[in-house]
């Protein structure tokens, strides 16, 4: 930042950029309140546009799948914004299931392409996310306060909103409907309409996949809100609680090592087996290894099946051809009596 | 009785046979891994899965045709977090859709106990005396079969193709026809011996290239293209930087200061072990480097996922140590002419760098 002025050394608040990408989208509503209670000024890089995608390509190696390549973009949007930009190293959030190896590693893959990337990072690596995450988060903390009483504090309140925006997830909401309601602190029982997206008379489409692949609007060809105006109701695969992931591998012979993958290939077995829903849709990143293989677990143990849509996306991938398949996939499931699949 | 089959790596078999041989029990030898395997693989396999996954998919499909019950995996500590650890179960299923089944053995480790309580449900009668010794002739191979390789690229270097071929073969022979752990460290003096025979060979006054990055890679010739004979050819000298003894590595912690300041080095650069040899690939890039290497080759299947996030690491590291990296991603479609062109590329590019 060549031509920014000294920071006056005054009162002016410790700026903590949080890339919207990757676990944003399922830590976010944690972050927010931990960092803005330790006094810092949360600072998140701006929604997917086409600069944030061509700049995170043009930095990354071609091999990085999609996700990864936008989390580079993200982050370099944040430099020279922020006095921090936090990214954490998430291991495993669950005994015996990990995180792919590029998002372990995305901080390191981010540190090593956005020059003069001012990194600040946290190591979570535990069987349940939230028991020892404080010892872990102290460290980080000390940068912003030294007061441990003010930080324990700021990560009880971090905890309740990030408790109440899963309430609300694992009720059904979406990610943004999930993160408003957090924040104005309401519980799922409050909301009169019933969880969000289940209003409605539409056939009930499962969108299954990665957290931070359909919750981003760019880059999942605004799926989510195509089925909704096509008058569907929509459940995700984030609506599965850490339980019920585990209980559909319980009957499985053994459950890919994937913590991402696991959560895919139970969504859809469990999903299949809901008489509600009409049809699924899998969205996967083009050249996620991790998910190639999850195919194989869910063709072996698939117990009836649901029309099933298969978007791969990509950079390149057209939003027409995708509209076009996603119209028919729902014009079909549409055409099916209730129940029936 | 139960026939095994070893998955394979380069010379692996002979090791993995002498176990074999010492424990008693039937095997079926896969071919070393040809064309064919490779085109099975890949018809069978997912598309994105690695070219490795397809290549051993292709091998396994080979061994239930000659009658395999039980294949055994010895992939060592390079399991974690890797497709690796989906590898077993996903190829049983892909085979089992095609109506074979069969079982599939992981060793983790190389300690003789474990290795027993993994046979003993195929092999009640076994005891902890004949595992340890299979471990151990096993382990003596593995090593001689590794200065083999060394041999043969300095004499290759110093005297001619030919020569170099006719040692490797007559020791390979030798090492795998013989079974008793006292000659074998007879035999691994004799070879020293045999080595000595042929001109010394000054290394300093070649270019020195490390080649690492993935252990199957760099291990199968039919993968990579046989690049060690090729930057042979070019009168460089290659040094294998992820040999396969490796793979059973306790991986003890670092000890030395040296030891200690290279890997807290290697962790500025990927702080978190994410499987496979991604982080020895890291940690040998800065040993190399600081060894005076005059450049670096990271040869790693397309797919891989560890390979993949250290191929977005090194150019850093090499920019902060000053050594050329040149990255090789393979598949089953890496054309010769390419891989030749790139390889040739970059050595003259040392070259030149030397002689400034
Ligand atoms: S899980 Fe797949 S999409 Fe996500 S970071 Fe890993 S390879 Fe990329």
Redesign the pocket.
């Known amino acids: 930042m060549p031509f920014m002025a000294p920071a006056p050394v005054t009162e002016r608040k410790t700026r903590l950029g949080i890339p919207r990408a ?1 676990f944003y989208y399922a830590y976010f509503p944690f972050w927010e309140v931990f960092f803005s209670e330790l006094g810092a000024e949360v600072v998140v890089s701006g929604r997917t546009n086409k600069k944030i995608l061509q700049e995170g390509l043009s930095v990354s190696t071609g091999e990085l ?4 390549k936008l989390l580079n973009g993200h982050v370099a949007d944040l430099v020279g914004r922020c006095d921090f930009v936090f990214l954490p190293y998430i291991i495993s959030t669950q005994k015996g299931s990990y ?2 190896p ?2 372990i590693a ?1 901080p390191d893959i981010a540190k090593a392409v956005v020059p003069g990337l001012p990194l600040m990072s946290a190591d979570v690596d535990i069987d349940n996310f939230f028991t020892s995450l404080f010892a872990t988060l102290r460290e980080v903390a000390s940068k912003l306060s030294t007061n441990p009483v003010r930080i324990y504090a700021a990560f009880r309140k971090a905890l309740e909103r990030q408790e109440l925006f899963e309430c609300h997830i694992h009720a059904g909401a979406l990610f943004e409907e999930a993160l408003a309601a957090a924040r104005q602190g309401r519980s799922p029982a409050d909301d009169a309409r019933g969880p969000a997206g289940r209003e409605g008379e539409g056939p009930l489409v499962a969108v299954v996949g ?1 957290t931070y ?1 359909f919750n981003d609007p760019y880059i999942s060809f605004d799926l989510l809100h195509r089925l909704r105006e096509r008058g569907a109701r929509v459940v995700t695969s984030d609506s599965l609680s850490a339980a019920q992931v585990g209980e559909e591998f319980s009957a499985l012979e053994k459950g890919t090592h ?1 913590s ?1 993958g696991n959560r895919v290939v139970a969504s859809v077995i469990r999903f299949s087996r809901r008489r509600d829903v009409g049809g699924i849709v899998y969205v996967t ?1 083009f ?5 190639s293989l999850v195919k194989e677990y869910i063709d072996a143990n698939l117990p009836e099946r649901k029309p099933l849509l298969v978007l791969t996306v990509d950079e390149h991938s057209g939003d027409a051809g995708v509209v076009t398949r996603l119209e028919a996939f729902f014009d079909m499931i549409a055409r099916l009596p209730a129940g029936a699949g | 009785m139960k026939r095994f089959a070893f998955y394979q790596i380069g010379t692996s078999a002979i090791a993995t046979n002498a176990f074999a041989r010492r424990l008693g029990i039937e095997t079926v030898t896969l071919p070393s891994p040809n064309l064919a395997t490779i085109a099975k693989g890949i018809s069978l396999s997912p598309e994105f899965s690695c070219f490795p996954f397809k290549v051993l998919l292709g091998s396994l499909a080979q061994g239930v045709e000659r009658g395999a019950d039980v294949f055994v995996v010895p992939f060592g500590r390079s399991v974690s977090a890797c497709q690796l650890a989906d590898f077993g179960m996903a190829q049983k299923y892909i085979l089992r859709r095609l109506g074979h089944d069969f079982d599939i053995l992981q060793l983790n480790t190389v300690r003789p106990d474990r290795v027993l309580d993994s046979f003993r449900p195929h092999m009640p009668d076994l005891t902890l005396m004949q595992v340890s010794e299979g471990v151990l002739v096993a382990a003596q191979k593995l090593l001689l079969l590794e200065s083999v390789e060394d041999h043969w690229r300095d004499i290759y270097l110093v005297s001619r193709k030919r020569e170099a071929e006719a040692f490797r073969e007559k020791w390979i022979r030798a090492i795998d026809v013989t079974d008793s752990i006292l000659e074998l460290l007879e035999l691994g003096l004799k070879m020293d011996g045999d080595r000595a025979a042929h001109p010394a060979l000054e290394p300093g006054k070649l270019l020195r290239i490390a080649v690492i990055g993935d252990m199957y890679a760099i291990n199968e010739k039919i993968i990579n293209n046989n690049i060690f004979e090729r930057l042979c050819d070019l009168g460089v000298y290659p040094e294998n930087g992820i040999k396969l003894r490796m793979l059973f590595d306790p991986g003890l912690p670092p000890a030395t200061p040296d030891e200690l300041s290279l890997s807290a080095r290697a962790k500025g650069y990927l702080r978190h072990n994410i499987g496979g040899f991604a982080d020895d690939t890291v940690r040998s890039a800065i040993r190399f480097a600081e060894e005076g290497y005059d450049g670096l080759i990271h040869i790693y299947p397309f797919s891989c ?1 560890p390979e993949v996030v250290v191929r977005s690491i090194l150019p850093r590291v090499g920019a902060d140590l000053d050594i050329p990296v040149l990255n090789l991603p393979i598949d089953e479609q890496t054309g010769d002419a390419g891989f030749t062109t790139r390889v040739e590329a970059f050595v003259d590019l040392i070259d030149f760098r030397r002689s400034r």
């Open positions: 990757l799948c999609l996700p990864i995180y792919c590029k998002l995305s990665h692949l994937w991402l990143p050249g996620c290894s991790s998910d | 996922m």
